[in-house]
């Protein structure tokens, strides 16, 4: 009952944060500009908490999920312009088509470990951002421009149910599972867990959402270019889920936001952006070396120090 009260709380909490922004866009009061950051942080923030189930729940090295996003962004392009499917059916095509290639790149990689697996992920993003460098029907290097179908209420949902889904999955018993394998997979394997098969499973569960967050990126930006979802990419999304804290599904979502409003802001700044933006990854570091959160969730923060709380 406990458990059930607090979800419908944090749905409640959900309805509330997008009707008062939907009522600030509407009145005028958020212009386009910050829309558009808002749906961009939403976009990160999908990267991120896929990305945090394969790297912080199962503890396997990834860099490859620019690949999958790619994979979601030209699908469901090709859905909208070429197949002409309503926005939320072609979503689901890159989502899905993403899923089943996480899964085709899951079961003979993940065999692997550390940075071999790293190397194997890094691998396949480059051979699918090459495929649509080379494919004429999608445009070719030139990229594919797009009609904007995005906006602030689908991306935030899609955030939502994204966080909704990784978050249930981390807490049931496939999560712990995952959870074991990421502390220790030989004892995990020797307790009887599948570890193959829950690891492939997180990367196809990861994978599928990287997909959504890419249909959602190519319908906000008009364009959509092979040289959008290069290695540094996968190096961008790996720099959110460390700097929020491996294994802190909010912590990801924190640094999703901090690092977007961050990046937005530097814009004007073009010649000392990443100068600006590499100082602040290694201020925050230095000073915070296991990431904004660690490994707790900012729930575990707000009991911290209540009566009955976490005790030494």
Same mark, same amino acid.
């Given at each position: 009952m406990k458990k059930s009260? &607090?979800?419908?709380?944090?749905?409640?909490?959900?309805?509330?944060? #997008?009707? &008062?922004?939907?009522?600030?866009?509407?009145s005028g009061t958020v212009n386009f500009y910050y829309e558009n950051m808002l749906i961009t942080i939403c976009i990160n923030i999908m990267l991120a908490v896929s990305l945090h189930l394969v790297i912080g729940i199962t503890g396997q090295f990834s860099i490859g999920h620019a690949g999958f996003m790619a994979i979601g962004a030209y699908l469901s392009a090709i859905g909208t312009m070429k197949l002409e499917m309503p926005f939320i059916t072609a979503i689901l095509l890159g989502a899905v088509v993403?899923? $089943?290639?996480?899964?085709? &790149?899951?079961?003979p990689s993940l065999r692997l470990k550390g940075d071999y697996l790293a190397i194997a992920t890094l691998g396949f993003a480059e051979i699918?951002?090459?495929? +649509?460098?080379?494919i004429d029907y999608v445009g070719g290097a030139a990229g594919l421009q797009i009609m904007r179908q995005s906006s602030w209420g689908y991306a935030f949902f899609a955030v939502v149910i994204t966080i909704l889904v990784i978050a249930n999955f981390t807490k049931s018993?496939?999560?712990?599972?995952?959870?074991?394998?990421?502390?220790?997979?030989?004892?995990?394997?020797?307790? *009887?867990?599948?570890?193959? #098969? #829950?690891?492939?499973?997180?990367?196809?569960? *990861?994978?599928?959402?990287? *997909?959504v967050a890419g249909?959602? #990126?190519?319908?906000? +930006?008009?364009?959509?270019?092979p040289?959008? +979802?290069? +290695?540094?990419?996968?190096?961008?999304? $790996?720099?959110?889920?460390?700097l929020g804290g491996l294994g802190s599904l909010s912590g990801s979502v924190l640094a999703a936001i901090f690092l977007t409003v961050v990046t937005t802001y530097l814009q004007g700044f073009p010649e000392t952006r990443m100068i600006i933006y590499?100082?602040?990854?290694?201020?925050?570091?230095?000073?915070?070396?296991?990431?904004?959160?660690?490994?707790?969730?900012?729930?575990?923060v707000f009991k911290f120090g209540k009566k009955g709380g976490s005790k030494l």
């Amino acid at each position: 009952m406990k458990k059930s009260k &607090v979800f419908w709380g944090y749905i409640v909490l959900a309805l509330v944060i #997008y009707a &008062v922004v939907q009522l600030l866009i509407n009145s005028g009061t958020v212009n386009f500009y910050y829309e558009n950051m808002l749906i961009t942080i939403c976009i990160n923030i999908m990267l991120a908490v896929s990305l945090h189930l394969v790297i912080g729940i199962t503890g396997q090295f990834s860099i490859g999920h620019a690949g999958f996003m790619a994979i979601g962004a030209y699908l469901s392009a090709i859905g909208t312009m070429k197949l002409e499917m309503p926005f939320i059916t072609a979503i689901l095509l890159g989502a899905v088509v993403a899923a $089943l290639a996480g899964l085709l &790149v899951g079961i003979p990689s993940l065999r692997l470990k550390g940075d071999y697996l790293a190397i194997a992920t890094l691998g396949f993003a480059e051979i699918i951002r090459i495929v +649509f460098l080379n494919i004429d029907y999608v445009g070719g290097a030139a990229g594919l421009q797009i009609m904007r179908q995005s906006s602030w209420g689908y991306a935030f949902f899609a955030v939502v149910i994204t966080i909704l889904v990784i978050a249930n999955f981390t807490k049931s018993r496939h999560g712990r599972a995952c959870i074991a394998i990421r502390e220790d997979e030989i004892a995990a394997d020797a307790m *009887g867990i599948n570890t193959t #098969y #829950y690891k492939v499973v997180a990367f196809v569960i *990861g994978s599928f959402f990287a *997909g959504v967050a890419g249909a959602v #990126y190519a319908h906000n +930006f008009y364009i959509i270019q092979p040289t959008t +979802f290069g +290695f540094l990419k996968s190096f961008d999304i $790996l720099i959110l889920v460390v700097l929020g804290g491996l294994g802190s599904l909010s912590g990801s979502v924190l640094a999703a936001i901090f690092l977007t409003v961050v990046t937005t802001y530097l814009q004007g700044f073009p010649e000392t952006r990443m100068i600006i933006y590499s100082l602040v990854l290694i201020i925050v570091m230095l000073y915070r070396p296991t990431g904004l959160l660690g490994t707790k969730e900012i729930t575990d923060v707000f009991k911290f120090g209540k009566k009955g709380g976490s005790k030494l």
